[in-house]
């Protein structure tokens, strides 16, 4: 899932931030060190919280996240189209009044 590289290149990135001392409030009770983020949706590698859409950047993440976007739209369609199906003759039925 995660590239070594990539990992090892935000390990070392963030072992740099807590040597020069960037302490930025990530919550309360959580350890202070630690800079907010959040995870790339599809290889879990922290990225920065203002990047849209929440993937890292990487041809196979982008990839990923637009094969999910295109399942989910088919999905929602088809869940459209089903209920239509289910509730036209229920509907057809109650305004003809049998």
């Known amino acids: 899932m995660v590239s070594k590289e990539k990992l090892k290149k935000q390990v070392s990135k963030t072992a740099d931030a807590m040597k020069t001392g960037v302490k930025k409030a990530a919550g309360k009770g959580r350890n202070k060190s630690v800079p907010p983020h959040r995870h790339c949706r599809m290889c879990h590698v922290p990225i920065d919280l203002k990047r849209d859409p929440p993937i890292c950047g990487e041809e196979n993440c982008a990839k990923d996240w637009e094969k999910n976007k295109k399942n989910e ?18 509907i057809y039925a109650t305004i003809v009044g049998r």
Not at 73 to 90: G, K, N, Q, S, Y
């Open 73 to 90: 739209r088919m999905v929602r369609i088809a869940f459209f189209v089903f209920v239509i199906i289910f509730m036209a003759p229920l």
